[in-house]
DNA sequence: TCCGCACTTTACGTTAACGTAAACTTGCGG
DNA sequence: CCGCAAGTTTACGTTAACGTAAAGTGCGGA
């Protein structure tokens, strides 16, 4: 069960991108889809990935950040004691950089805030000229 | 007082870019120094307006959302009800992207906490020919 | 006076992340 | 059998955000 899969069209539909988009993703080394002769065929494990992908996106990851994300994710079997250091050291390394734009985030919010309180405090003081009837 | 000015070097190795960014932000409308010449005159103002610059890019803004951010922060004595409607409006906008990147980063930071205990867990359990002697 | 350094303009080059067009195959409903 | 929709590869085009090189300007110090 759960032996669902996707075509390259379905998933972009939902997801919002082009096809064009997945295929790249593909050639970037994101994506290894199965197939059937030519046409790929997308498990939900790729489907997440691509999630990932489009996350990282909207935080302003380059793909080969999401990459190292993806891997972070898949410790693909070379589990030594060095490559785990090393993956202990890019994970703190990225936790720090989202603490980074967790506080970015912060301090923007805060001054969206004043910009639209001082927004408002000039709709209130401002030329009567376009005022359309609320005063009660 | 605070009569303080900028050269394009100072401010460029201050925020650890080049003169080069600095002129291509001004070219792209972000940023219009005054001269004294040929020679570019930075106020404290302008130096905030590069750090907002800055911190947008943190946040994977591109110049062209930065440039509409200083703005928003700047209502240019443009204030008619209509204006300050569509004002009102953008600052929502910006607003909500950013409960979204803040969305994003908390779960992120789970799945980054989720894959840093999987990998201590690992290097606990896991082939010990690289121990270096802790285990009292 | 000439040197060197920081500044300037102009302009072509580069990278990432796709867009777009062309030309081809393949499964399927009529 | 035919055509169309959805898939495929190949390849050139585009935009953003600078890098980099060339060539010139202005100025304080030896």
Redesign the pocket.
């Known amino acids: 069960m759960s032996k669902k899969t996707y075509?390259?069209?379905?998933l972009?539909r939902e997801l919002d991108?082009?096809?064009?988009?997945i295929?790249?993703?593909e050639d970037?080394g994101l994506l290894s889809?199965e197939?059937r002769?030519?046409?790929?065929i997308y498990t939900p494990a790729d489907r997440v990935r691509l999630k990932l992908?489009l996350r990282g996106?909207r935080l302003g990851?380059?793909?080969?950040?999401s990459r190292e994300l993806i891997e972070l994710y898949n410790p693909d079997t070379d589990n030594n004691q060095t490559q785990l250091k090393a993956l202990l050291g890019k994970i703190a390394e990225k936790k720090a950089q989202l603490m980074r734009q967790l506080h970015d985030i912060e301090v923007m919010q805060i001054e969206l805030d004043e910009a639209e309180r001082r927004c408002q405090d000039a709709m209130r003081t401002a030329d009567p000229s376009t005022l359309s009837g609320e005063s009660a």
Request: charged share 25%; glycine share 8%.
């Open positions: 075509s390259i069209g379905e972009a991108i082009t096809t064009r988009t295929r790249f993703y970037m889809p197939r002769g030519q046409t790929r992908i996106k990851f380059s793909l080969a950040e």
